[in-house]
């Protein structure tokens, strides 16, 4: 099985936020496969959709941001998932606005979910797809700037954002994940 894991952080308070980026992208992906996320385990919302590339899972860690490997970490344990099956999606503060950047590994980056992922999966080697929400505006601190919402003239960098790195974790299911890489980044 193959799982897809989108950062952010629940409630419709964070909604529509810079750093619930990759909580866009697996509502896109489970709207497109028909697959809400209907079950709640493992401080996380997830759905397994069978495709014909195999099993896939989409969850979102329900932990809030900083926690979010305690979700990763369990439902990995709980259905035996390999370190090389899983996507990471989120925000990055260092890429433009809707830059995509694709990595199988690398630190944190000072990103406080992917800290927490590697303090709970105990490795920095697992396949990312960062998008980038750009540094915020001179005066603004970062942790105001990650929880506002993109300007009007962003979101359509942003929607185009979401839809790539879908159609990356859709290439992903069927080619090894450099193949992927090679394709998306710069994108």
Same mark, same amino acid.
């Given at each position: ?21 990759? !909580? ?14 209907? &079950? *709640?385990?493992?401080?996380? /919302? ?6 014909? =590339? ?21 439902? /990995? ?26 990595? &199988? ?17 105990? *490795?920095?080697? !697992? ?13 603004? +601190? ?21 839809? &790539?790195?879908? =159609? ?6 069927? +080619?090894?994940?450099? =193949? ?8």
């Amino acid at each position: 099985m193959k799982l897809i894991i989108g950062l952010g952080n629940p409630g419709k308070t964070y909604e529509q936020t810079r750093h619930n980026i990759g !909580f866009k992208v697996i509502d896109y992906l489970a709207s497109k496969w028909s697959a809400p996320l209907t &079950q *709640t385990k493992f401080k996380g /919302m997830y759905s397994i959709i069978h495709r014909p =590339e195999g099993k896939v899972m989409l969850l979102k860690p329900l932990t809030y941001m900083n926690l979010s490997g305690e979700s990763v970490g369990a439902l /990995m344990d709980y259905y035996d998932i390999a370190i090389e099956d899983i996507v990471v999606i989120y925000d990055d503060l260092d890429l433009p606005t809707g830059q995509l950047r694709l990595r &199988q590994k690398g630190s944190a980056g000072g990103h406080n979910g992917i800290k927490s992922l590697i303090q709970h999966l105990g *490795t920095q080697q !697992f396949n990312r797809i960062r998008i980038g929400i750009s540094r915020p505006p001179a005066g603004m +601190k970062v942790p105001d700037y990650v929880l506002s919402r993109f300007s009007d003239n962003e979101i359509p960098e942003v929607a185009e954002a979401v839809k &790539q790195s879908a =159609e990356a974790c859709e290439l992903w299911l069927s +080619k090894a994940y450099p =193949e992927v890489m090679n394709n998306f980044n710069g994108s």
